[in-house]
C-alpha cells in the first residue's frame, strides 16, 4: 500500500500543484479544502489518479479538522505526510488594521497550521513515524512592509515548527518548513486588506501604492507553483529532511540575509541537546 499524504489548502495554487506532484510519485493523496467541489483542478486530478481523493476541511474549525483528520485515518489506515498548505495574505500596516483583521491572519495561517498538526501528531508519534511539512514563506523569515499581519502568522509558524521540530524528532517524525519567495498564484489576486490602491485621505497612501506596484511584478515574475511543489517531493522523499528549505536560489539567497544556516541543521541539532539526559 503507498503512503498516504493529506494537503491543506488543495484547490488552487501550491496545492493543486503539489496534489499532482505528490500523486504523480505514487502517494495516495487526500486534497483537502474548505470547498474543494469547486475546483475543477481537483475533479480531473481525481479522474487521472485513482490514489487520490479530495475531502472538506475547514483548517479554522476544530470539528472540521477533527473530522477530517479522523475519517482519513478510519479509511486509509494512516497519514505518513502532512502539507500544511492553507493560508492567505493581508496588506496593510498596524494602523490601517483592526484587531479583528489582525486575529483573522493568525487564525487561518497559525491557529489553521497548529490545529491541523496537532491532529495528526498523536499517531505519528505512537507509529515513531511521519512527517510534516508546512508551507511558510519568505516573510516567516524576512518581515515585509505593510505585511504586518501575514508577517506575524508567518514568524509564529516559523517559532512553533522549529520549537516541534526538536521534540518531535525525538520520536521519530520529521517537521520542516518551506519558504518560497514570490509565487505566480492567485495569491497576491486574493490578498485581504490594503491590497488596492490607497485613496489620498490615507496617511500611508504613497507608500502602500508603491508597495503594491512593487509586489505585482515581483509575483508576476515569480517560480510557478509546480516548481514549488517539486521542492515539497522532494522533502517527502528525502530520507534525512532538513527544518528548513527555501523553494528557489532567490528566495535563498534572500533568508540568507538573516539566516547564517539557511538549511536550520545546526539549529535543531543545538536545541536537541536540551533534551538529551
Not at 500523486?23 to 474548505?34: K, L, S
Not at 512592509?145 to 521519530?172: C, H, I, Q, T
Request: charged letters at 20%; aromatic letters at 6%; a negative charge.
Amino acid at each position: 500500500m503507498s503512503s498516504v499524504a493529506v494537503i491543506t489548502g488543495a484547490s488552487g495554487g501550491i496545492g493543486v500543484a503539489t496534489t499532482r506532484e505528490l500523486a504523480a510519485a505514487g502517494w495516495t493523496v487526500v486534497a483537502t479544502a474548505r470547498e474543494p467541489e469547486t475546483s475543477d483542478a481537483l475533479r480531473e486530478l481525481a479522474e487521472q489518479y485513482p490514489g487520490l481523493e479530495y475531502r472538506t476541511l475547514d483548517v479554522t474549525s476544530d470539528e472540521s479538522v477533527d473530522s477530517c483528520i479522523g475519517s482519513v485515518r478510519a479509511d486509509l489506515g494512516t497519514i505518513d505526510l502532512l502539507v500544511n498548505n492553507a493560508g492567505a495574505g493581508h496588506r496593510g500596516t498596524l494602523e490601517q488594521l483592526t484587531i479583528d483583521e489582525l486575529s483573522q491572519s493568525m487564525e487561518l495561517n497559525f491557529f489553521g497550521v497548529a490545529r491541523v498538526t496537532k491532529a495528526v501528531l498523536p499517531a505519528m508519534r505512537e507509529a515513531r513515524a511521519g512527517r510534516i511539512i508546512t508551507v511558510t514563506s519568505l516573510n516567516g523569515v524576512v518581515a515585509l512592509p505593510f505585511s504586518d499581519a501575514y508577517n506575524a502568522a508567518k514568524f509564529a509558524v516559523e517559532g512553533l515548527m522549529e520549537s516541534l521540530a526538536a521534540v518531535m524528532r525525538e520520536f521519530g517524525v520529521s517537521i520542516s518548513v518551506l519558504e518560497p519567495g514570490p509565487v505566480r498564484t492567485a495569491f497576491f489576486a486574493n490578498l485581504g486588506g490594503h491590497a488596492d490602491a490607497a485613496g489620498d485621505d490615507d496617511p500611508y497612501a504613497l507608500l502602500i501604492n508603491r508597495f503594491n506596484a512593487r509586489m505585482a511584478t515581483l509575483g508576476s515574475g515569480g517560480q510557478s507553483a509546480e516548481s514549488v511543489a517539486a521542492v515539497i517531493r522532494e522533502i517527502a522523499a528525502d530520507p534525512s529532511p532538513a527544518l528548513r528549505y527555501q523553494s528557489s536560489e532567490q528566495s535563498r539567497e534572500f533568508a540568507a540575509r538573516k539566516l547564517v544556516d539557511t538549511t536550520g541543521r545546526s539549529i535543531l541539532d543545538a536545541t536537541t541537546t536540551l533534551l538529551q539526559p
